[in-house]
């Protein structure tokens, strides 16, 4: 059996500049992170300072200047646009503030979407998702028909049901009330640490971020 690779998510001078108003604005200046297996870790930092633009490189839903990104043996930099969204697809649990769901879909379903996309179904996992997330009386509902914490523990259910290497979350408290931010972080905690996935959070909240294993802090496009 081969032995586990020491570390999940490889950051390495990472650049990203974009052109505003004529300008180039360098957003990210040579960035550098890693994440071990299983560790949670939060990025802070002012707005503007590129928290979103770094988990969007990592995802793969834009593409860096330069530098080098690796999930596992994955050179993620590397892969074409159809190789970026089969490891989205594979490998990556992705958590957003705006909660993202399929408003066509149940929450059963909503729930069940990446999981049946990756060929990943888990009915006893799935089953401990709801028990867990306390959707089970929400099942039937559509996402036009839940409060905004009820959405976004279904968005973290979604993303955790195909059991992720790695969870990426965006603001996933931006649009919550204080103590639903808590419960909510707190509840993410305790099932990342159930998959045994990685996870990368940022957020504005010094508070929750250390809650996390880890605090980095993103400034003039470096990670200190």
Known sequence: MAERSPIVLSVRNLTKTYRSAGEQISVLRGVNLTVAPGERVALTGESGSGKSTLLHLIAGL???DGGEIRL???LISKLSDAGRAALRRDRLGLVFQQFNLVPSLNVEDNLAFQARIAGRVDAAWQAELIE???LAGLLKRY???LSGGQQQRVAIGRALAARPVLLLADEPTGNLDEATADDFVALTRDLVARTGCSFLMVTHSTRL???LDRHVTL???LIN
Do not use: K, N, S, Y
Request: a negative charge.
């Open 62 to 64: 834009d593409a860096a």
């Open 72 to 74: 596992g043996e994955i």
């Open 132 to 134: 867990r997330l306390g």
């Open 143 to 145: 996402p036009e028909q």
């Open 209 to 211: 971020a250390a809650t």
């Open 219 to 221: 400034h003039a496009g």
